[in-house]
């Protein structure tokens, strides 16, 4: 099945720690995006890969962090500078034959 | 102002209605209009997609984008309780995507 993992499904993080969320595809898609979700705001961008080894800011980059060595694979690294880091996150990918993106489970993570 | 304004509801309706979801948007560059389905604490799933103008069908469902008025429509006809989620819409030019704050919808038996 082609589809998009993400891990943990749940993250627990104490004050100060850096956190790490797992993005996994076999979709063979070049680009891939993580966003965060809170209630009543929608989907905001953190970051986004159109390639391997290259990425770009969204719009709340701030605290967080992201590295793209393989095609297949975009982790997140919540840092201890994000001052609210409690949210649902969600990973997607970008069909190149038509602009559509599509997305992994999530991961709730939730600051102690 | 916003990229894309939606409507967040929420919607109830009797199972077996017909259901209107809208977005209006500002951008007149965005070409690919999408409508995620995204039930509680899931990931969003794409339900259909057009491109440009124009009516599209898929069973119970209908997605329309009028892009000189900036407004789509997603129809659901014979709605249905596994119907209930919150609906996003979304929309691209280019690599960028733009969301909609979704609209909660609730299909009651």
């Known amino acids: 099945d082609g589809g998009i993992t993400q891990s943990p499904k749940y993250l627990f993080r104490k004050e100060g720690q850096n956190v790490t969320l797992s993005c996994e595809q076999n979709l063979n898609h070049d680009a891939m995006y993580w966003y965060r979700q809170d209630p009543g705001q929608g989907l905001r961008l953190i970051y986004y890969s159109q390639i391997v080894n290259d990425f770009q800011k969204g719009d709340i980059a701030e605290g967080y962090s992201v590295s793209r060595e393989k095609k297949e694979s975009f982790p997140l690294t919540v840092t201890s500078a994000q001052k609210n880091p409690t949210a649902f996150y969600l990973c997607?990918?970008?069909?190149?034959?038509?602009?559509?993106?599509?997305f992994g489970p999530g991961t709730r993570l939730t600051v102690l | 102002q916003k990229e894309v304004e939606q409507d967040p509801g929420p919607l109830s309706v009797p199972e077996g209605a017909i259901v209107s979801l809208n977005c209006t948007y500002s951008?007149?560059?965005?070409?690919?209009f999408m409508w995620y389905r995204q039930y509680s604490r899931k990931g969003p799933e794409l339900l259909m997609y057009?491109?440009?103008?124009g009516n599209k069908e898929d069973g119970r469902f209908t997605a329309q984008v009028d892009k000189s008025s900036k407004y789509i429509s997603l129809f659901i006809r014979d709605s249905q309780p596994s119907d209930s989620a919150t609906y996003l819409c979304a929309m691209s030019a280019g690599n960028q995507f733009y969301f909609g704050t979704g609209t909660s919808l609730t299909v009651i038996p």
């Open positions: 057009t491109y440009s103008s």
């Open positions: 997607a990918s970008r069909s190149p034959q038509a602009y559509t993106q599509y």
């Open positions: 951008n007149s560059a965005f070409q690919y």
